[in-house]
């Protein structure tokens, strides 16, 4: 199984990626607790875009998966990478 690390508003749960690929892989979920579908989007399109721009480093060699927890809608962007980062750091 993965490991498994919690911040405010998200969960990230890790594993080593399967075959010779080192890329990370992402997953994400997104329930309606979140909020409605502009949201949800919204916190996802937030999400990708802390993957891009620094987490496929942070996360090399791994799949991940962030679930999205109810608060995850009523914070910002920058509070949102920071949360993401802080998760993957508690992760090594």
């Known amino acids: 199984m993965g490991r498994?690390?919690?911040?405010?508003?998200?969960v990230l749960i890790v594993r080593p990626t399967a075959g010779r690929g080192r890329r990370a892989r992402?997953?994400?979920t997104?329930?309606?607790?979140?909020?409605?579908a502009v949201v949800r989007n919204r916190v996802k399109r937030?999400?990708?875009?802390?993957?891009?721009?620094?987490g496929q480093h942070q996360l090399r060699g791994r799949d991940?998966?962030?679930?999205?927890?109810?608060?995850?809608g009523r914070i910002g962007s920058q509070a949102t990478f920071a949360?993401?980062?802080r998760a993957a750091?508690?992760?090594r």
């Open 83 to 85: 949360e993401l980062d």
């Open 64 to 72: 991940a998966i962030v679930i999205a927890r109810a608060t995850a």
């Open 30 to 36: 997104a329930s309606r607790k979140v909020g409605n």
């Open 26 to 28: 992402l997953g994400i």
């Open 89 to 91: 750091k508690g992760l």
């Open 46 to 54: 937030r999400i990708r875009e802390w993957f891009r721009r620094g």
């Open 4 to 10: 498994r690390h919690s911040s405010g508003a998200f």
